[in-house]
T-cell receptor
Framework: AQTVTQSQPEMSVQEAETVTLSCTYD???????LFWYKQPPSRQMILVIR??????QNATENRFSVNFQKAAKSFSLKISDSQLGDTAMYFC????????????????FGQGTILTVHP | GAVVSQHPSRVICKSGTSVKIECRSL??????MFWYRQFPKKSLMLMAT?????????EQGVEKDKFLINHASLTLSTLTVTSAHPEDSSFYIC????????????FGPGTRLTVL
C-alpha cells in the first residue's frame, strides 16, 4: 500500500516571502497522480496543484510550484510571495493512474502541514 | 471547478438518535462518492467509497452498520450515523468524482456533527 508523509506539522512564513512544504511518498506503482490540497479555516478542501508522475516537468500554478523528484519519491510545494490568504492546512495526496490512462481509486493523504503567514 | 454541497453544515443531536448527512454534486454526475472523517488539525480519514447503484466499500475499522451510506443517484449520496454517541462527534466531508480520463475529485464544505 502507498503511504504519504508530511514531516512538518507546522510552518510559518512572513508575508511576501517564500516557503516550501515537504512531502514524501512510497509506492511500487509507476503511474500515479500527486496533489497538494489546501484547507483554510473554512475547512473547504481546495485543489492547489497536481502532478502526473509520467511528466518530468514540474507543475506550476501562479505562485505555487512543485519540485517533483520521482526517483526520490519526493513532492514538495513552493509558495512564492506568500499572502495572508495562504494561511491554511496543506495536504499532500496520492492517487493511482491505471494503464488505460484513467485515474481511479482513492486519495491517500499525508498528515498535513499547518502554514501560518504572518503580516 | 465543479460544486459539491453538503447538508446540513452543522448538526447537534442527542445520544442514541440517528443523523443523516446529504452530499450532492450540483453540476456534474458523480459516479463515485467518498466519505471522510476529520478530527481537528488532523488529516482526512476515508470512511467509505460508494459507486452509484452499488453497495459502499468501507475502510477497515469503519462499522458499516453504524455509518450507513446510500448512493441512490448520480448526484446524491447520504451518510446516516445511526445511534450516535459522543465519540461520533466529528467533521464529516464528502467528495464526488465524475467519470472521464482524469476525473478530478471535488470536495463538499463538510458537516460538523456534535452528539450530546
Amino acid at each position: 500500500a502507498q503511504t504519504v508523509t508530511q514531516s512538518q506539522p507546522e510552518m510559518s512564513v512572513q508575508e511576501a516571502e517564500t516557503v516550501t512544504l515537504s512531502c514524501t511518498y512510497d509506492t511500487s506503482e509507476n503511474n500515479y497522480y500527486l496533489f497538494w490540497y489546501k484547507q483554510p479555516p473554512s475547512r473547504q478542501m481546495i485543489l492547489v496543484i497536481r502532478q502526473e508522475a509520467y511528466k518530468q516537468q514540474n507543475a506550476t500554478e501562479n505562485r505555487f510550484s512543485v519540485n517533483f523528484q520521482k526517483a526520490a519519491k519526493s513532492f514538495s510545494l513552493k509558495i512564492s510571495d506568500s499572502q495572508l490568504g495562504d494561511t491554511a492546512m496543506y495536504f499532500c495526496a496520492f492517487r493511482f493512474l491505471n494503464a488505460g490512462g484513467t485515474s481511479y481509486g482513492k486519495l491517500t493523504f499525508g498528515q498535513g502541514t499547518i502554514l501560518t503567514v504572518h503580516p | 471547478g465543479a460544486v459539491v454541497s453538503q447538508h446540513p453544515s452543522r448538526v447537534i443531536c442527542k445520544s442514541g438518535t440517528s443523523v443523516k448527512i446529504e452530499c450532492r454534486s450540483l453540476d456534474f454526475q458523480a459516479t463515485t462518492m467518498f466519505w471522510y472523517r476529520q478530527f481537528p488539525k488532523k488529516s482526512l480519514m476515508l470512511m467509505a467509497t460508494s459507486n452509484e447503484g452499488s453497495k459502499a466499500t468501507y475502510e477497515q475499522g469503519v462499522e458499516k452498520d453504524k455509518f450507513l451510506i446510500n448512493h441512490a443517484s448520480l448526484t446524491l449520496s447520504t451518510l446516516t450515523v445511526t445511534s450516535a454517541h459522543p465519540e461520533d462527534s466529528s467533521f464529516y466531508i464528502c467528495s464526488a468524482r465524475a467519470g472521464g480520463s482524469y476525473n478530478e475529485q471535488f470536495f463538499g464544505p463538510g458537516t460538523r456533527l456534535t452528539v450530546l
